[in-house]
Each structure stands twice: as C-alpha cells, then as structure tokens.
C-alpha cells in the first residue's frame, strides 16, 4: 500500500461533528462486543451467545459469534480512539446489517417488538463516519497530518 493510498483511508473532513458519533457507537459495539466475546455486561459469551445464533439458524454459530463479535468490539475501540474509523465503520455496518436480516427484519421497525431500529440507527452512524472520516479529534488524523 503506497503513502497515497494510506493518506486517503485516514482523511477525514476537518470536524468535530464526527466525536460524538464516534464516541457513542463506539462504546455501544464495544459493550454489544464484549458481551458476545467474553459475557460481561450480562452478556452470555461466546458459547451461551454461539448456542442462541444456532437456535436461529445461524451456523456454524460459535464461529459467526467470535466473528460479529470481535468485529463489534474491536470496531468499537477503533471509533473510540478515532483509528482506521472508514475501513472499521464498513465492518461495523456490514455487521449490523447482517444482524438486522438475519434477527430483527420479521419483528418489524420498533425495538420494543425486537425490530430493527436501534441496528438501522448504528447503520446510519456508521456509513456517516464511513463517508466522513474520524475528524479532527481522532489518531487518522494526526497520522494524515504528519503523511502531509
């Protein structure tokens, strides 16, 4: 990968309208991460959580889990420090997407019937962050700064 390619992956427009965005789901895919990965915040962990995504029809359901899982809250991380926040947010909205198909799409719109809602508004922040880059408070762009 040259220095263009790199520079253009961390550029961002020059906002700090992207740090509360960043920030919130950020900490919401971290959280939704750690309880599929590792049970905390009441989560059920890997196996609980691989067994319940089973039971749907998700298969091989331990491995989907490890996957939707480190992608939520390492993806979480990233936004939260402000690194590699375009390529992060495609995962992270891919995986929402995936879990708004696969879970929510049939319970319809609200989340009070486990519809899809809260998974469409994390896809929206995150196709936001995809299209406007981490901003000024973020490590891509002390990074891109110093590319300059």
Same mark, same amino acid.
């Given at each position: 990968m040259n220095i263009a390619t790199i520079k253009q992956l961390l550029s961002s427009n020059d906002t700090s309208a992207t740090l509360p965005l960043r920030l919130i789901a950020g900490i919401i895919f971290f959280a939704h991460g750690a309880q599929k990965l590792f049970a905390w915040f009441g989560g059920y962990g890997l196996e609980g959580t691989g067994q319940w995504m089973e039971s749907i029809g998700l298969a091989p359901g331990y491995l989907l889990t490890l996957l939707a899982g480190s992608a939520e809250f390492f993806g979480g991380i990233l936004l939260i420090i402000g690194l590699l926040v375009r390529p992060a947010s495609l995962v992270l909205a891919f995986t929402m997407i995936v879990?708004?198909?696969?879970v929510h799409i049939d319970n319809g719109l609200f989340m009070s019937n486990n519809g899809y809602e809260f998974g469409l508004a994390l896809v929206a922040i995150s196709v936001a962050l995809m299209l406007q880059g981490a901003g000024r408070y973020s490590v891509d762009n002390i990074i891109a700064n +110093?590319? +300059?």
């Amino acid at each position: 990968m040259n220095i263009a390619t790199i520079k253009q992956l961390l550029s961002s427009n020059d906002t700090s309208a992207t740090l509360p965005l960043r920030l919130i789901a950020g900490i919401i895919f971290f959280a939704h991460g750690a309880q599929k990965l590792f049970a905390w915040f009441g989560g059920y962990g890997l196996e609980g959580t691989g067994q319940w995504m089973e039971s749907i029809g998700l298969a091989p359901g331990y491995l989907l889990t490890l996957l939707a899982g480190s992608a939520e809250f390492f993806g979480g991380i990233l936004l939260i420090i402000g690194l590699l926040v375009r390529p992060a947010s495609l995962v992270l909205a891919f995986t929402m997407i995936v879990a708004i198909f696969s879970v929510h799409i049939d319970n319809g719109l609200f989340m009070s019937n486990n519809g899809y809602e809260f998974g469409l508004a994390l896809v929206a922040i995150s196709v936001a962050l995809m299209l406007q880059g981490a901003g000024r408070y973020s490590v891509d762009n002390i990074i891109a700064n +110093k590319l +300059k």
